[in-house]
């Protein structure tokens, strides 16, 4: 069955530093994946997206993510981060026929900003 | 251009209690999702509809549960006889037809949050 993995629950970086958050996929075909990221009380804003082609994809808010198949991985990264960056994500992969419909999504990683 | 929205935002009920969520999606998207979250965990999967037709219900979806979009534009998820384990964020998301180079983007409202006493 189709899965998501985040493995960190909790990420905790400095404004300015660079950030890394995890993802790791379980998928039998060519996976269609995606990062989203949640503030308190809110709904989901599209970061970025992958279908097929380069797998460094660029998305907006200065995020970027590369897919590497050999890992089943969908790693999300920024350079810098802002405080306002601090929210929760969330990756997920297309699980319906085609890749299209419902999507499974991890767990989720919180990130908070130290000033 | 106007995002997905969902109405009410917030709703508290008391168990036993029927409720209903109305979602608009996004002008010209044929396909709208439903989904649940509750604190600390990712969104799952409750039900879609392409146009008007409801394409798919995930096991989470009880009897107690019913979407409907009964001209393919906006929708409506109702719950009866609330329990106190329905208590959660409901989401709902649109997206274009999918394409064979962009898939299926899926766009999110920003959720009623249901509190059953």
């Known amino acids: 069955a189709q899965s998501v993995t985040q493995p960190d629950i909790h990420i905790t970086v400095s404004e300015g530093a660079s950030l890394e958050l995890r993802c790791n996929y379980s998928?039998?075909?060519?996976?269609?994946l995606f990062w989203y990221v949640q503030s308190p009380g809110q709904g989901l804003q599209l970061l970025l997206k992958y279908f097929s082609g380069d797998t460094l994809v660029q998305g907006i808010k200065g995020f970027e993510a590369e897919f590497k198949r050999s890992q089943s991985s969908f790693n999300l990264r920024k350079p810098s981060v802002h405080w306002s960056d601090a929210a929760e994500y969330f990756c997920?992969?297309?699980?319906?026929?085609?890749?299209?419909?419902?999507?499974?999504f991890g767990q989720g990683t919180t990130l908070q900003v130290k000033p | 251009d106007t995002g997905v929205s969902q109405d009410p935002r917030h709703k508290i009920t008391k168990r036993g209690q029927n409720v209903t969520f109305r979602c608009d999606p996004i002008s010209e998207h044929n396909r709208l999702y439903w989904y649940r979250q509750t604190l600390g965990q990712g969104p799952e999967f409750l039900t879609y509809?392409?146009?008007?037709?409801?394409?798919?219900k995930s096991r989470l979806l009880s009897d107690r549960f019913s979407a409907e979009r009964p001209k393919g534009s906006f929708s409506t998820l109702e719950i009866q006889r609330t329990e106190q384990g329905d208590s959660a964020m409901y989401l709902c998301?649109?997206?274009?037809?999918?394409?064979?180079?962009?898939?299926?983007?899926?766009?999110f409202g920003p959720g009623t949050r249901l509190t059953v006493l």
């Open positions: 998301a649109s997206s274009p037809a999918p394409r064979a180079d962009m898939g299926d983007t899926q766009y």
């Open positions: 997920a992969v297309a699980a319906g026929s085609g890749n299209t419909g419902k999507l499974i």
């Open positions: 509809f392409q146009n008007e037709a409801q394409l798919e």
């Open positions: 998928y039998g075909a060519t996976p269609y």
